[in-house]
Protein backbone atom coordinates (compact mmCIF):
# COMPACT_ATOMS: atom_id res chain seq x y z
CA UNK A 1 0.00 0.00 0.00
CA UNK A 2 1.23 3.51 -1.21
CA UNK A 3 0.49 6.22 1.52
CA UNK A 4 0.80 10.25 1.24
CA UNK A 5 0.91 11.12 4.59
CA UNK A 6 0.32 15.20 5.50
CA UNK A 7 0.90 17.11 9.05
CA UNK A 8 0.39 20.52 9.84
CA UNK A 9 -1.08 20.35 13.45
CA UNK A 10 1.85 23.11 14.52
CA UNK A 11 4.61 24.51 13.36
CA UNK A 12 5.87 22.35 10.56
CA UNK A 13 4.29 21.81 7.41
CA UNK A 14 5.38 17.81 5.96
CA UNK A 15 4.29 15.38 3.60
CA UNK A 16 5.49 12.52 2.94
CA UNK A 17 5.24 8.84 0.91
CA UNK A 18 5.21 5.77 2.77
CA UNK A 19 5.23 2.71 1.40
CA UNK A 20 3.54 -0.24 3.91
CA UNK A 21 4.87 -3.55 3.23
CA UNK A 22 4.44 -6.99 4.72
CA UNK A 23 7.63 -6.24 6.76
CA UNK A 24 6.32 -2.60 7.92
CA UNK A 25 6.53 1.09 6.63
CA UNK A 26 9.25 2.33 4.20
CA UNK A 27 9.60 5.97 3.67
CA UNK A 28 9.92 6.81 0.26
CA UNK A 29 9.92 10.49 0.66
CA UNK A 30 9.41 13.19 3.33
CA UNK A 31 9.84 17.30 3.20
CA UNK A 32 9.09 19.02 6.26
CA UNK A 33 9.18 23.25 5.73
CA UNK A 34 10.06 24.43 9.76
CA UNK A 35 8.47 27.67 10.95
CA UNK A 36 11.58 28.01 13.32
CA UNK A 37 12.16 30.72 11.61
CA UNK A 38 9.33 32.49 11.69
CA UNK A 39 8.17 31.92 14.84
CA UNK A 40 11.54 32.52 15.86
CA UNK A 41 11.53 36.64 17.10
CA UNK A 42 8.31 36.15 19.22
CA UNK A 43 9.78 32.95 21.24
CA UNK A 44 7.32 30.73 20.76
CA UNK A 45 4.42 29.73 18.32
CA UNK A 46 2.21 32.09 16.53
CA UNK A 47 -1.18 30.40 15.75
CA UNK A 48 -2.28 33.01 13.24
CA UNK A 49 1.34 32.94 11.21
CA UNK A 50 1.64 29.05 11.75
CA UNK A 51 -1.76 29.17 9.94
CA UNK A 52 -0.85 31.55 7.21
CA UNK A 53 2.59 30.11 6.82
CA UNK A 54 0.90 25.92 6.08
CA UNK A 55 -1.57 27.48 3.62
CA UNK A 56 1.53 29.41 1.22
CA UNK A 57 3.18 25.63 1.76
CA UNK A 58 0.74 22.39 1.58
CA UNK A 59 0.94 22.73 -2.04
CA UNK A 60 4.70 22.85 -3.09
CA UNK A 61 5.24 20.52 0.42
CA UNK A 62 2.79 18.03 -0.66
CA UNK A 63 4.00 18.08 -4.71
CA UNK A 64 7.64 18.19 -3.57
CA UNK A 65 7.16 14.85 -1.93
CA UNK A 66 5.62 12.85 -4.43
CA UNK A 67 8.39 14.03 -6.97
CA UNK A 68 10.68 12.64 -4.50
CA UNK A 69 8.80 9.60 -4.18
CA UNK A 70 9.02 9.49 -7.96
CA UNK A 71 5.01 8.73 -7.20
CA UNK A 72 2.09 10.39 -8.74
CA UNK A 73 -1.25 10.42 -7.67
CA UNK A 74 -3.07 7.72 -9.76
CA UNK A 75 0.08 5.11 -7.79
CA UNK A 76 -1.64 6.42 -4.42
CA UNK A 77 -3.96 3.84 -2.33
CA UNK A 78 -4.23 6.40 0.47
CA UNK A 79 -4.30 9.73 1.63
CA UNK A 80 -3.47 10.36 5.42
CA UNK A 81 -3.87 13.64 7.43
CA UNK A 82 -3.87 14.68 11.40
CA UNK A 83 -6.77 15.18 12.38
CA UNK A 84 -5.96 16.36 15.85
CA UNK A 85 -5.50 17.97 18.19
CA UNK A 86 -3.25 21.00 17.44
CA UNK A 87 -3.94 24.03 16.77
CA UNK A 88 -6.95 24.44 14.34
CA UNK A 89 -5.96 27.06 12.11
CA UNK A 90 -3.06 25.46 11.58
CA UNK A 91 -5.03 21.91 11.35
CA UNK A 92 -7.33 22.85 8.98
CA UNK A 93 -4.83 23.79 6.07
CA UNK A 94 -3.52 20.38 5.24
CA UNK A 95 -6.78 18.94 6.56
CA UNK A 96 -9.35 20.50 3.89
CA UNK A 97 -6.47 20.05 1.43
CA UNK A 98 -6.20 16.46 1.78
CA UNK A 99 -9.88 15.72 1.86
CA UNK A 100 -10.07 17.92 -1.42
CA UNK A 101 -7.07 16.24 -3.01
CA UNK A 102 -8.29 12.49 -2.01
CA UNK A 103 -12.37 12.92 -3.28
CA UNK A 104 -11.13 14.52 -6.71
CA UNK A 105 -8.64 11.65 -7.30
CA UNK A 106 -10.92 9.26 -5.94
CA UNK A 107 -8.81 7.89 -3.01
CA UNK A 108 -9.66 6.52 0.11
CA UNK A 109 -8.66 9.12 2.94
CA UNK A 110 -8.54 8.79 6.94
CA UNK A 111 -7.26 11.25 9.66
CA UNK A 112 -5.01 10.46 11.94
CA UNK A 113 -4.48 11.32 15.81
CA UNK A 114 -1.32 13.26 16.06
CA UNK A 115 -0.35 10.88 19.44
CA UNK A 116 -0.78 7.78 17.58
CA UNK A 117 1.57 9.22 14.68
CA UNK A 118 3.97 9.66 16.96
CA UNK A 119 3.98 6.12 18.28
CA UNK A 120 3.82 4.87 14.62
CA UNK A 121 6.85 6.88 13.96
CA UNK A 122 8.76 4.18 15.90
CA UNK A 123 7.15 1.45 13.45
CA UNK A 124 9.93 2.90 11.01
CA UNK A 125 13.01 0.89 13.16
CA UNK A 126 10.88 -1.56 14.83
CA UNK A 127 8.00 -2.96 12.80
CA UNK A 128 8.28 -5.74 14.62
CA UNK A 129 8.04 -4.37 18.51
CA UNK A 130 6.13 -6.64 21.37
CA UNK A 131 3.20 -5.14 22.89
CA UNK A 132 2.49 -4.13 25.82
CA UNK A 133 4.69 -1.20 25.48
CA UNK A 134 5.18 1.74 27.38
CA UNK A 135 5.06 4.83 25.66
CA UNK A 136 6.49 8.14 26.55
CA UNK A 137 5.24 11.44 24.22
CA UNK A 138 7.42 14.11 24.83
CA UNK A 139 7.42 17.26 22.80
CA UNK A 140 6.64 21.16 23.41
CA UNK A 141 3.17 20.66 23.59
CA UNK A 142 2.98 17.08 24.91
CA UNK A 143 4.18 15.11 28.12
CA UNK A 144 2.16 11.57 28.15
CA UNK A 145 2.69 7.83 28.90
CA UNK A 146 0.68 5.57 27.60
CA UNK A 147 0.37 2.35 27.91
CA UNK A 148 -0.14 0.35 24.10
CA UNK A 149 -1.55 -2.52 23.45
CA UNK A 150 -0.96 -2.00 19.74
CA UNK A 151 0.08 0.05 16.96
CA UNK A 152 -3.12 1.63 16.87
CA UNK A 153 -4.05 1.84 20.73
CA UNK A 154 -2.69 3.94 23.17
CA UNK A 155 -4.18 4.36 27.38
CA UNK A 156 -2.89 7.11 29.29
CA UNK A 157 -1.33 6.30 32.17
CA UNK A 158 0.07 9.96 33.69
CA UNK A 159 1.21 12.95 32.05
CA UNK A 160 2.28 16.76 32.90
CA UNK A 161 -0.02 18.56 35.44
CA UNK A 162 0.89 22.02 33.74
CA UNK A 163 3.96 22.28 31.07
CA UNK A 164 5.11 19.92 28.61
CA UNK A 165 9.23 19.69 28.75
CA UNK A 166 9.65 20.45 25.79
CA UNK A 167 8.56 24.32 27.43
CA UNK A 168 11.32 23.60 29.62
CA UNK A 169 13.88 24.05 26.60
CA UNK A 170 12.36 26.42 25.17
CA UNK A 171 12.07 29.24 28.13
CA UNK A 172 15.75 28.11 29.23
CA UNK A 173 17.05 28.94 25.95
CA UNK A 174 15.29 32.03 25.66
CA UNK A 175 16.08 33.08 29.15
CA UNK A 176 19.98 32.46 28.16
CA UNK A 177 19.78 34.36 24.89
CA UNK A 178 20.56 30.97 22.92
CA UNK A 179 17.92 31.45 20.03
CA UNK A 180 14.67 29.35 19.41
CA UNK A 181 13.33 26.39 19.46
CA UNK A 182 14.96 25.09 22.85
CA UNK A 183 15.04 21.87 22.59
CA UNK A 184 18.59 21.11 19.80
CA UNK A 185 20.26 24.49 21.24
CA UNK A 186 20.15 23.47 24.33
CA UNK A 187 21.13 19.89 23.99
CA UNK A 188 24.12 21.17 21.30
CA UNK A 189 25.32 23.63 24.54
CA UNK A 190 24.84 20.53 26.94
CA UNK A 191 27.08 17.98 25.02
CA UNK A 192 29.88 20.74 25.30
CA UNK A 193 29.98 20.69 28.87
CA UNK A 194 32.78 19.08 31.25
CA UNK A 195 30.37 18.41 34.30
CA UNK A 196 26.25 19.01 34.67
CA UNK A 197 25.52 21.62 37.08
CA UNK A 198 23.70 20.62 40.40
CA UNK A 199 20.46 18.96 38.82
CA UNK A 200 17.03 20.09 40.25
CA UNK A 201 14.68 18.47 42.80
CA UNK A 202 11.93 16.95 41.80
CA UNK A 203 8.99 18.05 42.44
CA UNK A 204 6.72 16.39 44.99
CA UNK A 205 2.45 16.15 44.55
CA UNK A 206 0.53 16.44 48.10
CA UNK A 207 -2.30 13.96 46.27
CA UNK A 208 0.87 11.23 45.63
CA UNK A 209 -1.17 10.64 42.18
CA UNK A 210 1.80 9.79 39.33
CA UNK A 211 2.56 12.82 37.34
CA UNK A 212 5.01 14.82 36.17
CA UNK A 213 5.31 19.02 36.98
CA UNK A 214 7.39 21.22 34.16
CA UNK A 215 6.65 24.89 34.91
CA UNK A 216 8.48 24.87 38.97
CA UNK A 217 11.83 23.66 36.68
CA UNK A 218 11.12 27.10 34.78
CA UNK A 219 11.15 28.76 37.80
CA UNK A 220 13.84 26.89 39.23
CA UNK A 221 16.01 27.61 36.36
CA UNK A 222 14.81 31.80 36.25
CA UNK A 223 16.01 31.52 40.27
CA UNK A 224 19.13 29.85 39.25
CA UNK A 225 20.37 32.37 36.12
CA UNK A 226 19.42 35.20 38.26
CA UNK A 227 21.50 34.11 40.84
CA UNK A 228 24.89 34.29 38.67
CA UNK A 229 24.65 38.09 37.35
CA UNK A 230 26.02 37.94 33.61
CA UNK A 231 24.94 33.90 32.85
CA UNK A 232 21.88 35.08 30.73
CA UNK A 233 24.15 36.74 27.88
CA UNK A 234 27.47 34.93 28.21
CA UNK A 235 26.15 32.74 25.12
CA UNK A 236 27.00 29.29 24.17
CA UNK A 237 30.60 29.55 24.84
CA UNK A 238 30.18 29.71 28.27
CA UNK A 239 31.29 26.70 30.50
CA UNK A 240 28.47 28.27 33.13
CA UNK A 241 25.96 28.08 30.42
CA UNK A 242 26.90 24.98 29.13
CA UNK A 243 26.78 22.77 32.24
CA UNK A 244 23.64 24.43 33.04
CA UNK A 245 22.05 23.07 29.70
CA UNK A 246 23.73 19.57 31.12
CA UNK A 247 22.09 20.02 34.16
CA UNK A 248 18.64 20.51 32.65
CA UNK A 249 18.89 17.95 30.00
CA UNK A 250 20.05 15.46 33.00
CA UNK A 251 16.98 16.47 35.05
CA UNK A 252 14.19 16.59 32.68
CA UNK A 253 15.83 12.88 31.43
CA UNK A 254 15.60 11.69 34.67
CA UNK A 255 12.08 12.72 35.54
CA UNK A 256 10.88 11.52 32.84
CA UNK A 257 11.72 8.02 32.91
CA UNK A 258 11.58 7.51 36.79
CA UNK A 259 8.24 6.47 36.89
CA UNK A 260 9.16 3.52 34.27
CA UNK A 261 10.02 0.93 36.06
CA UNK A 262 7.02 0.89 38.79
CA UNK A 263 4.83 0.64 35.31
CA UNK A 264 6.94 -1.62 33.51
CA UNK A 265 6.55 -4.34 36.29
CA UNK A 266 2.86 -3.62 36.75
CA UNK A 267 1.81 -3.86 33.01
CA UNK A 268 4.20 -6.05 32.47
CA UNK A 269 5.74 -4.11 29.46
CA UNK A 270 7.68 -5.62 26.97
CA UNK A 271 8.94 -2.40 25.10
CA UNK A 272 9.37 1.40 25.40
CA UNK A 273 8.68 3.19 22.72
CA UNK A 274 9.76 7.59 23.49
CA UNK A 275 8.92 9.78 20.74
CA UNK A 276 7.70 13.60 19.94
CA UNK A 277 10.60 16.37 19.55
CA UNK A 278 11.96 16.14 22.93
CA UNK A 279 12.86 12.27 21.99
CA UNK A 280 15.41 14.03 20.08
CA UNK A 281 17.43 14.64 22.99
CA UNK A 282 20.79 13.43 23.59
CA UNK A 283 20.56 12.64 26.63
CA UNK A 284 17.10 10.87 27.04
CA UNK A 285 18.51 8.71 24.43
CA UNK A 286 21.32 7.64 26.54
CA UNK A 287 19.87 7.58 29.41
CA UNK A 288 16.31 5.71 27.97
CA UNK A 289 18.81 2.87 26.24
CA UNK A 290 20.16 2.07 29.87
CA UNK A 291 16.84 2.07 31.33
CA UNK A 292 15.39 0.08 28.85
CA UNK A 293 18.18 -2.62 28.87
CA UNK A 294 17.83 -2.48 33.13
CA UNK A 295 14.03 -3.40 32.74
CA UNK A 296 14.79 -5.89 30.08
CA UNK A 297 12.59 -3.49 27.29
CA UNK A 298 12.88 -3.71 23.93
CA UNK A 299 13.53 0.33 22.98
CA UNK A 300 11.87 2.23 20.14
CA UNK A 301 13.25 5.31 19.70
CA UNK A 302 12.19 7.10 16.07
CA UNK A 303 15.53 8.42 14.33
CA UNK A 304 15.26 12.30 14.79
CA UNK A 305 13.87 13.53 11.53
CA UNK A 306 10.83 11.04 12.24
CA UNK A 307 10.50 12.38 16.20
CA UNK A 308 9.93 15.95 15.16
CA UNK A 309 6.16 16.64 13.39
CA UNK A 310 6.34 14.83 9.93
CA UNK A 311 3.74 13.34 7.58
CA UNK A 312 5.16 9.91 7.59
CA UNK A 313 4.49 9.09 10.90
CA UNK A 314 1.13 10.01 9.74
CA UNK A 315 1.25 8.25 6.82
CA UNK A 316 2.67 5.34 8.85
CA UNK A 317 -0.42 5.43 11.45
CA UNK A 318 -3.08 6.10 8.34
CA UNK A 319 -1.97 2.50 7.13
CA UNK A 320 -3.33 0.38 10.02
CA UNK A 321 -6.53 2.37 10.85
CA UNK A 322 -10.06 1.47 9.20
CA UNK A 323 -11.10 4.15 7.05
CA UNK A 324 -14.17 6.67 8.14
CA UNK A 325 -17.75 6.06 6.93
CA UNK A 326 -18.21 9.60 6.05
CA UNK A 327 -15.12 10.87 4.65
CA UNK A 328 -15.84 14.05 3.14
CA UNK A 329 -18.14 15.61 6.48
CA UNK A 330 -15.39 14.30 9.02
CA UNK A 331 -13.88 17.85 10.48
CA UNK A 332 -10.66 18.93 12.00
CA UNK A 333 -10.28 18.52 15.92
CA UNK A 334 -8.24 20.55 18.30
CA UNK A 335 -8.79 18.40 20.66
CA UNK A 336 -9.39 15.27 19.36
CA UNK A 337 -9.75 11.88 21.84
CA UNK A 338 -7.76 9.17 21.51
CA UNK B 1 -16.70 22.41 -16.15
CA UNK B 2 -15.60 25.28 -13.32
CA UNK B 3 -15.96 25.18 -9.51
CA UNK B 4 -16.69 28.77 -7.53
CA UNK B 5 -16.08 28.50 -4.10
CA UNK B 6 -16.54 31.53 -1.35
CA UNK B 7 -16.39 29.93 2.20
CA UNK B 8 -15.74 33.82 3.60
CA UNK B 9 -18.91 34.36 5.47
CA UNK B 10 -21.15 32.54 7.91
CA UNK B 11 -22.85 31.44 4.01
CA UNK B 12 -21.28 29.16 2.22
CA UNK B 13 -21.02 29.99 -1.33
CA UNK B 14 -20.58 27.40 -3.83
CA UNK B 15 -20.81 27.40 -8.14
CA UNK B 16 -20.87 24.97 -10.52
CA UNK B 17 -20.57 26.52 -14.49
CA UNK B 18 -20.29 24.11 -17.29
CA UNK B 19 -20.99 26.80 -20.48
CA UNK B 20 -24.46 28.34 -20.30
CA UNK B 21 -25.17 26.47 -17.19
CA UNK B 22 -24.72 26.40 -13.68
CA UNK B 23 -25.88 24.89 -10.93
CA UNK B 24 -25.40 26.62 -7.44
CA UNK B 25 -25.83 26.49 -3.61
CA UNK B 26 -25.86 28.64 -0.91
CA UNK B 27 -25.42 27.40 2.72
CA UNK B 28 -25.69 28.29 6.09
CA UNK B 29 -22.29 27.47 8.28
CA UNK B 30 -22.21 29.71 11.22
CA UNK B 31 -18.66 30.81 11.90
CA UNK B 32 -15.25 29.26 12.65
CA UNK B 33 -14.83 26.09 11.18
CA UNK B 34 -18.03 24.58 10.33
CA UNK B 35 -17.16 25.31 6.95
CA UNK B 36 -14.82 22.17 6.98
CA UNK B 37 -17.59 19.78 7.79
CA UNK B 38 -20.01 21.52 4.99
CA UNK B 39 -17.85 22.04 2.23
CA UNK B 40 -16.62 18.97 0.09
CA UNK B 41 -20.29 17.40 0.62
CA UNK B 42 -22.17 20.23 -0.79
CA UNK B 43 -19.08 20.02 -3.97
CA UNK B 44 -20.37 16.72 -4.23
CA UNK B 45 -23.80 17.11 -3.88
CA UNK B 46 -23.80 19.91 -6.36
CA UNK B 47 -21.91 18.07 -8.40
CA UNK B 48 -24.27 14.76 -8.33
CA UNK B 49 -27.04 17.81 -9.26
CA UNK B 50 -25.05 18.49 -12.17
CA UNK B 51 -25.18 14.31 -12.82
CA UNK B 52 -21.07 15.03 -13.33
CA UNK B 53 -18.66 13.38 -10.69
CA UNK B 54 -15.17 14.75 -9.42
CA UNK B 55 -13.06 14.44 -12.89
CA UNK B 56 -15.02 16.17 -15.08
CA UNK B 57 -14.22 19.44 -13.25
CA UNK B 58 -11.51 21.48 -15.46
CA UNK B 59 -10.33 24.83 -12.93
CA UNK B 60 -11.34 26.21 -9.52
CA UNK B 61 -11.96 30.17 -8.92
CA UNK B 62 -11.82 30.38 -4.82
CA UNK B 63 -12.46 33.77 -3.16
CA UNK B 64 -9.14 34.53 -1.43
CA UNK B 65 -11.14 37.26 1.36
CA UNK B 66 -11.06 39.65 2.92
CA UNK B 67 -13.25 37.61 5.51
CA UNK B 68 -13.00 35.08 8.31
CA UNK B 69 -9.40 33.95 8.88
CA UNK B 70 -9.94 30.21 9.25
CA UNK B 71 -13.26 30.23 6.93
CA UNK B 72 -11.37 31.83 4.07
CA UNK B 73 -8.58 28.89 5.07
CA UNK B 74 -11.09 26.19 4.48
CA UNK B 75 -11.89 27.48 1.02
CA UNK B 76 -8.30 28.04 -0.33
CA UNK B 77 -6.94 25.07 1.15
CA UNK B 78 -10.04 22.74 -0.83
CA UNK B 79 -8.70 25.00 -3.89
CA UNK B 80 -5.22 24.16 -3.00
CA UNK B 81 -5.76 20.41 -2.85
CA UNK B 82 -7.71 20.17 -6.05
CA UNK B 83 -4.95 22.21 -7.84
CA UNK B 84 -2.66 19.04 -6.55
CA UNK B 85 -4.54 16.94 -8.53
CA UNK B 86 -4.30 19.16 -11.36
CA UNK B 87 -6.51 21.57 -11.98
CA UNK B 88 -5.75 25.21 -12.60
CA UNK B 89 -6.91 27.59 -9.80
CA UNK B 90 -7.69 31.05 -9.85
CA UNK B 91 -8.45 33.76 -6.90
CA UNK B 92 -10.84 36.16 -6.55
CA UNK B 93 -11.62 39.15 -3.76
CA UNK B 94 -14.72 39.06 -1.66
CA UNK B 95 -14.80 42.97 -3.12
CA UNK B 96 -14.86 42.01 -6.56
CA UNK B 97 -17.90 38.88 -5.47
CA UNK B 98 -20.34 41.50 -3.99
CA UNK B 99 -19.36 44.16 -6.86
CA UNK B 100 -19.98 41.06 -9.26
CA UNK B 101 -23.53 40.21 -7.51
CA UNK B 102 -24.50 43.91 -7.37
CA UNK B 103 -23.19 44.34 -11.04
CA UNK B 104 -25.76 41.24 -12.25
CA UNK B 105 -28.65 42.73 -10.76
CA UNK B 106 -28.21 45.69 -12.50
CA UNK B 107 -27.16 48.72 -9.86
CA UNK B 108 -25.11 51.29 -11.93
CA UNK B 109 -21.46 51.95 -10.49
CA UNK B 110 -19.74 53.73 -8.85
CA UNK B 111 -20.27 52.36 -5.28
CA UNK B 112 -18.61 51.84 -2.15
CA UNK B 113 -18.51 48.39 -0.10
CA UNK B 114 -18.38 47.88 2.84
CA UNK B 115 -17.59 44.78 4.28
CA UNK B 116 -17.61 43.55 8.10
CA UNK B 117 -13.52 44.15 9.42
CA UNK B 118 -14.59 43.21 13.41
CA UNK B 119 -12.81 45.52 15.93
CA UNK B 120 -15.10 48.29 15.43
CA UNK B 121 -13.34 48.25 11.67
CA UNK B 122 -15.45 48.35 7.99
CA UNK B 123 -13.14 46.83 5.30
CA UNK B 124 -14.31 49.43 2.28
CA UNK B 125 -13.45 49.40 -1.59
CA UNK B 126 -14.94 51.32 -4.47
CA UNK B 127 -16.48 49.37 -7.73
CA UNK B 128 -17.79 50.45 -10.63
CA UNK B 129 -17.26 48.45 -13.39
CA UNK B 130 -13.56 47.43 -11.49
CA UNK B 131 -12.21 48.46 -8.67
CA UNK B 132 -11.98 52.25 -8.36
CA UNK B 133 -10.04 52.37 -4.72
CA UNK B 134 -7.39 50.40 -3.06
CA UNK B 135 -9.05 48.09 -0.32
CA UNK B 136 -8.88 49.60 2.97
CA UNK B 137 -9.57 49.33 6.81
CA UNK B 138 -11.71 52.00 8.13
CA UNK B 139 -12.33 52.65 11.74
CA UNK B 140 -16.31 52.41 11.54
CA UNK B 141 -16.94 56.31 12.69
CA UNK B 142 -14.75 57.51 10.10
CA UNK B 143 -16.91 55.99 7.29
CA UNK B 144 -19.60 58.75 6.59
CA UNK B 145 -16.63 61.42 5.82
CA UNK B 146 -14.67 58.65 3.98
CA UNK B 147 -17.46 57.84 1.69
CA UNK B 148 -18.18 60.75 0.65
CA UNK B 149 -22.05 60.98 -0.57
CA UNK B 150 -21.33 57.92 -2.83
CA UNK B 151 -24.10 55.39 -2.56
CA UNK B 152 -22.62 52.22 -1.00
CA UNK B 153 -23.58 48.47 -0.18
CA UNK B 154 -23.45 46.32 2.71
CA UNK B 155 -24.26 42.77 3.42
CA UNK B 156 -27.44 42.59 5.03
CA UNK B 157 -25.54 40.99 8.42
CA UNK B 158 -23.39 44.33 9.01
CA UNK B 159 -26.85 46.40 8.38
CA UNK B 160 -27.87 46.49 12.02
CA UNK B 161 -23.89 48.10 13.05
CA UNK B 162 -23.93 50.61 10.14
CA UNK B 163 -27.42 52.04 10.44
CA UNK B 164 -26.63 54.39 13.38
CA UNK B 165 -23.35 55.83 11.67
CA UNK B 166 -24.36 55.81 7.62
CA UNK B 167 -28.23 55.05 8.00
CA UNK B 168 -30.13 52.46 6.16
CA UNK B 169 -28.98 51.14 3.21
CA UNK B 170 -28.97 52.88 -0.04
CA UNK B 171 -28.71 49.89 -2.71
CA UNK B 172 -31.28 47.62 -2.13
CA UNK B 173 -30.81 43.85 -2.94
CA UNK B 174 -34.06 42.09 -2.44
CA UNK B 175 -32.42 37.94 -2.16
CA UNK B 176 -28.61 39.06 -0.93
CA UNK B 177 -27.99 35.35 -1.42
CA UNK B 178 -29.22 34.29 -4.49
CA UNK B 179 -27.52 37.79 -5.86
CA UNK B 180 -24.09 36.45 -4.22
CA UNK B 181 -24.63 33.28 -6.05
CA UNK B 182 -25.28 34.59 -9.41
CA UNK B 183 -22.01 37.06 -9.16
CA UNK B 184 -19.97 34.06 -8.35
CA UNK B 185 -21.61 32.17 -11.45
CA UNK B 186 -20.30 35.48 -13.68
CA UNK B 187 -17.04 35.29 -11.91
CA UNK B 188 -15.85 31.39 -13.11
CA UNK B 189 -17.28 32.45 -16.35
CA UNK B 190 -14.94 35.61 -16.66
CA UNK B 191 -11.68 33.78 -14.83
CA UNK B 192 -11.79 30.67 -17.20
CA UNK B 193 -9.90 32.77 -19.98
CA UNK B 194 -7.59 34.47 -17.36
CA UNK B 195 -3.91 33.34 -16.92
CA UNK B 196 -4.23 30.73 -13.86
CA UNK B 197 -2.24 31.50 -10.12
CA UNK B 198 -0.65 29.17 -8.02
CA UNK B 199 -0.77 29.27 -4.79
CA UNK B 200 -3.37 31.04 -4.69
CA UNK B 201 -2.78 33.78 -1.59
CA UNK B 202 -5.21 34.89 0.99
CA UNK B 203 -6.22 38.98 1.13
CA UNK B 204 -7.01 38.84 4.54
CA UNK B 205 -6.79 43.00 5.01
CA UNK B 206 -5.86 42.53 8.37
CA UNK B 207 -2.25 41.74 9.92
CA UNK B 208 -1.97 39.17 12.95
CA UNK B 209 -2.50 40.52 16.17
CA UNK B 210 1.52 39.64 16.73
CA UNK B 211 2.14 42.11 14.15
CA UNK B 212 0.60 44.58 16.08
CA UNK B 213 1.33 44.28 19.45
CA UNK B 214 5.53 42.94 18.54
CA UNK B 215 6.15 45.41 15.79
CA UNK B 216 9.51 45.20 16.42
CA UNK B 217 9.84 41.32 16.18
CA UNK B 218 7.91 41.43 12.57
CA UNK B 219 10.01 43.10 10.78
CA UNK B 220 11.02 39.61 8.91
CA UNK B 221 6.95 38.80 8.14
CA UNK B 222 6.33 38.21 4.26
CA UNK B 223 3.75 40.70 2.82
CA UNK B 224 1.76 37.53 2.27
CA UNK B 225 1.86 36.62 5.87
CA UNK B 226 0.93 40.35 7.21
CA UNK B 227 -2.02 41.33 5.26
CA UNK B 228 -1.91 39.00 2.47
CA UNK B 229 -1.86 40.23 -1.26
CA UNK B 230 -4.14 43.36 -2.22
CA UNK B 231 -6.65 43.41 -4.81
Known amino acids: MLLLGLESSCDDCSAAVVEETPAGPLLRSMIRRSQDELHGPYGGVVPELAARDHLLNLGG ?11 QLKDLDRVAVTQGPGLVGSLLTTFSASKALAWRAGLPWVGVHHLLGHLNAARF ?24 ESWTHLELLQKTRDDAAGEAFDKTARMLNLGYP ?15 AKLFTPPKFRDG ?65 ISGGVACNSELRSQAAKVAKRLGLRLAIPEPRL ?32 | MILGIDSTTERLHLALVAGDRAWTRGIPVGQGHSHSHALLP ?48 WGFSAFELRAKALGEAGVPGPFWILLDGQRQEAFVQKWGGAALSEAERRPMASLPHHLGGLPWWAPQAFHSRLDPILGPCPIKLPDEGDATLRGLVALCRERVGQVPESPLVPFYLRETDAEVNFPAASTHLSPALRQGLAR
Open chain 1, 61 to 71: VTAEALAQAGV
Open chain 1, 125 to 148: GAPDLEFPALVILVSGGHTHLYRA
Open chain 1, 182 to 196: GGPIVDRCAQRAETA
Open chain 1, 209 to 273: KPSWSFSGLKTAMKLRIASDPGLDVAGPEDPRVQSLCRSLNETVASWLLKPLPDYAQAHRARSLV
Open chain 1, 307 to 338: CTDNGAMIASAGALLPLPESPWSTNADSDLKL
Open chain 2, 42 to 89: AISELMAEAGAGPARLTGVAACVGPGGFTSLRIGVATAEGLALTGLPT
